[in-house]
């Protein structure tokens, strides 16, 4: 008898003192990358430095998934079948969903319709694990107007985002709306120290250096995971109890 009481409270203990864990599930610019390719980060990977010592994170985020292709390809299998009531889930995808980069060449991989259906079957999924999940929508590209300004480039994927959220009585922290208002701030030279731009020679990753205005380098990376702190914080989510405090810049 004295045995299993022990155990008892000693389970009991356990489940008291779990870590809170969250979990990360989007594309590239969510995604971890080995230091071998550093400057390259995505916010999901740094997003551990803003949250308290005894946050777990578990960032499943894949490069160039799309909502369809992440399930097809069992990524979301991995996350479904471990995620546990109370963890905390994020989900950011659209820059492949969308695809249309370039215009000309651009075409959607999945269209509106079914991008809203493929975020709500993953919310669902989560809830009924007894998980919180949060929607994020994607944040801006460097796609610059003839007036020197950030521009808008994703039509209305942001917005079938907000509209998932609304039905189903999601959290919603709009990274889209935020990056454009933050970037919007800064000079097209001065966004090049966030994205991708990188000279020749500099990192052995990028031998060639690079031009890229989708990804993002570690500045960039932190930036972004300090927005969705931040407005997480303002929110009042209950996510938010698991970061530092965000010193404003």
């Known amino acids: 008898m004295k045995l299993i009481l022990l155990l008892f409270f000693t389970f009991t203990s356990f489940v008291l003192t779990a870590s809170p864990v969250i979990w990360l599930i989007g594309d590239s610019t969510v995604a971890n ?29 894949v490069s160039g998934t799309t909502t369809h292709t992440f399930r097809k390809g069992k990524h979301w299998d991995k996350v479904i079948s471990k995620i ?3 963890d905390f889930l994020f989900i950011q995808f659209g820059h492949n969903d969308h695809y249309a980069y370039d215009p000309p060449k651009g075409i959607a991989l999945v269209s509106t319709d079914d991008y809203k259906k493929n975020l709500i079957r993953y919310l669902n999924e989560a809830k009924s694990k007894g998980a919180i999940p949060i929607l994020v929508t994607q944040m801006c590209r460097r796609v610059f107007g003839e007036d020197g300004k950030i521009s808008k480039s ?22 889209y709306e935020i990056s454009f208002t933050e970037f919007g701030k800064m000079t097209k030279e001065e966004t090049k120290d966030i994205f991708l731009f990188l000279p020749p020679d500099k990192y052995p990753a990028f031998p060639k250096g690079k ?15 300090g927005w969705v702190v931040k407005d997480a914080k303002k929110q009042k ?13």
């Open 33 to 61: 990358y080995p230091e071998k390719r550093t400057p390259l980060a995505g916010w999901g990977q740094v997003l551990g430095e803003l949250c308290k010592d005894d946050v777990v994170i578990n960032n499943k985020a």
């Open 84 to 86: 546990n009531r109370g």
């Open 154 to 175: 994703f039509d209305n994927y942001p917005d079938t985002v907000k509209e998932a959220a609304k039905e189903t009585g999601t959290p919603l922290i709009d990274l």
């Open 211 to 225: 031009t890229d205005g989708v990804h993002f380098q570690l500045n960039g990376a932190r930036k972004l995971a």
């Open 237 to 249: 989510l209950k996510i938010s109890k698991l970061f530092k405090e965000y010193e404003k810049e």
